[in-house]
C-alpha cells in the first residue's frame, strides 16, 4: 500500500472552483486556497497496484479532505487540501466527480468570529475546520439479519426513512406509489416492536399523496390489504 502524489491538473481545480462558486456561498469573500492533490497507488512490478491509492479508516476513499497545518501554510502550501484517487477519477463521469468535489468541500468550514468575521491564523489565511458527516455508515448485513430491529444497522435505516431528509436518499418516495407499497409491507407491520416507526413512516407518506402523483398508499399484509391514504 502507499501513493504516489502529484499535483492535480488545472481542470480538477476549476471544476472545484465551479463547484464552491455554485453550492458553497459561505466561503464567498473568503477565497480560500484549496489545494488539489491527485494520488496514485504504487504498483508492483507486473503493474499491478499493490492496494487502494487512498483509504480512510482503512477502507478504500475516493477522495480525502484535509485543512493544512500552520506550518505548511506558511510555508506556501494552500489553506487546506482535496486528495484525489487518480486512479478512480477519469472512471467517474462528471456528474460524480462534481458530487465527490462537493462532499469534500462540504467538509470545510471557515471558523468565523461572534461578529461572522472570518478568523484569520497566524498566516493571515482564513482559519478552517473540518465538518463531519451527517450521517456515518458502518452496517454489517448479518447483524441485521440476525438481530433485525434490536440492531444499529435496521434502527439507522429506519432513523434514515423516518427522517424528512430521508427523501434524498430513497427517492421513490413522492414519485412512484409502487415502491412506497412494498417497502411499507417490508417493514412487516405484524412486528409490534415496529409499529410506532411504521405509523410515523405512513404519516410521513400520507404528505406525499397526490403531491407526488402517488395515487394510493395500502399496507398489504398475509394477503390483506388495508388503505391508508388515497389521493
Ligand atoms: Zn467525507
Known amino acids: 500500500m502507499g ?11 476549476e471544476q472545484g472552483k465551479a463547484i464552491l462558486d455554485k453550492y458553497h456561498p459561505e466561503f464567498a469573500g473568503v477565497a480560500p486556497r484549496i489545494d ?19 483509504t480512510h479508516n482503512g477502507y478504500p476513499a475516493a477522495a480525502l479532505a484535509r485543512i493544512i497545518p500552520i506550518k505548511d501554510r506558511v510555508m506556501g502550501r494552500g489553506d ?15 456528474e460524480e466527480q462534481n458530487a465527490l468535489l462537493d462532499h469534500e468541500l462540504e467538509h470545510f468550514v471557515v471558523c468565523r468570529d ?3 468575521q ?21 452496517w454489517f448485513h ?3 439479519r440476525r438481530h433485525g430491529i434490536a440492531s444499529a444497522e435496521v434502527r439507522q435505516f429506519q432513523q434514515l426513512v423516518f427522517d424528512d431528509d430521508g427523501q434524498w436518499y430513497l427517492p ?17 407491520p405484524s412486528d409490534r416492536a415496529i409499529q410506532a416507526p411504521v405509523r410515523d413512516f405512513v404519516k410521513k407518506m400520507q404528505k406525499h399523496v397526490s403531491k407526488g402523483g402517488i395515487e394510493k398508499i395500502s399496507l398489504v399484509h398475509e394477503g390483506k390489504e388495508t388503505v391508508i391514504a388515497e389521493a
Open 3 to 13: 501513493a504516489v502524489y502529484s499535483r492535480a491538473t488545472k481542470d480538477v481545480e
Open 142 to 144: 448479518n447483524v441485521a
Open 172 to 188: 421513490f418516495i413522492g414519485a412512484d406509489g409502487d415502491s412506497v407499497k412494498q417497502s411499507i409491507r417490508d417493514l412487516r
Open 114 to 116: 461572534k461578529y461572522g
Open 36 to 54: 488539489y492533490v491527485f494520488a496514485n497507488a504504487t504498483v508492483q512490478e507486473d503493474g499491478t497496484p499493490t492496494g487502494p491509492a487512498l
Open 80 to 94: 487546506c487540501e482535496i486528495v484525489i484517487d487518480a486512479d478512480q477519477w477519469p472512471l467517474l463521469t462528471e
Open 118 to 138: 472570518p478568523i484569520l491564523d497566524d498566516a493571515n489565511r482564513p482559519k478552517l475546520k473540518l465538518k463531519k458527516h451527517d450521517f456515518q455508515v458502518g
